[in-house]
């Protein structure tokens, strides 16, 4: 399986922006979609964003639709989570994911293969 590290991270202000990175090991990257969830303190994990093997298929969550934008360089082995218009909401541990080969619900977790360790998002109103 693919090791997933996340980073990028940070304390930002309301309607600030903050971009994630999720860089794989491997040369087998290019053959996984990839999604990042979040998951708040005592909550269930929930995805946030994902997008396709190939990169010509995304998903948002609609509370994100229109702020994040999910991205891959399969050359740099590396998928970013830009996040705009950042609210106080949105501050949790963000994850990032690489889905089974055969998956068939990109908002399920069981879906998911391998699991980076998590970058903290904190936004302050």
Avoid: H
Avoid at 22 to 46: L, M, N, V
Avoid at 54 to 79: E, L, P, Q, W
Wanted: glycine share 10%; aromatic share 12%; hydrophobic share 35%.
């Amino acid at each position: 399986q693919v090791q997933l590290v996340e980073s990028g991270g940070g304390l930002v202000q309301a309607g600030g922006s903050l971009r994630l990175s999720c860089a794989a090991s491997g040369r087998t990257f290019s053959s996984y979609a990839i999604g990042w969830f979040r998951q708040a303190p005592g909550k269930e994990r929930d995805v946030v964003a994902a997008v396709m093997w190939d990169g010509t298929s995304t998903y948002y969550a609609d509370s994100v639709k229109g702020r994040f934008t999910i991205t891959r360089v399969n050359t740099k082995n590396t998928v970013y989570l830009q996040m705009n218009s950042l609210k106080p909401e949105d501050t949790t541990v963000y994850y990032c994911a690489a889905y089974r080969t055969s998956f068939s619900n990109v908002r399920s977790v069981d879906q998911v293969g391998s699991w980076g360790q998590g970058t903290q998002v904190t936004v302050s109103s």
